[in-house]
């Protein structure tokens, strides 16, 4: 059974009315969401945006502008917007070094 995490937000972001900024929702086939599980992303209005399988859950359980997410059978991070579009791959720096 999918299991839900809900947040709500209220406010205006960079002048623009809330309404022009969808919020996307996770929802996972575990009780709590871990690195790697499989993730399905719905709007508002329960419609589903982004299917189970397309990507893993990266950390991201609530999307309005950006949100890190994993490819499948890809190593590292990806992000994308609350259209479900791909917009950079992120490197994570550790000590100096480009993991």
Not at 38 to 45: A, F, K, P
Not at 61 to 85: A, L, M, Q, S, Y
């Amino acid at each position: 059974m999918p299991y839900c995490f809900v947040f709500f937000t209220t406010g205006c972001l960079d002048g623009q009315k809330q309404s022009d900024h969808a919020i996307l929702i996770a929802y996972t086939s575990t009780e709590f969401p871990e690195l790697g599980s499989s993730v399905c992303y719905l709007n508002e209005r329960g419609d589903t945006v982004i299917p189970f399988g397309k990507y893993h859950y990266g950390g991201s359980d609530t999307i309005r502008h950006i949100g890190f997410v994993v490819e499948p059978h890809t190593p590292g991070w990806t992000t994308i917007n609350n259209k479900g579009e791909k917009l950079f791959i992120p490197l994570a720096l550790i000590m100096g070094r480009t993991m």
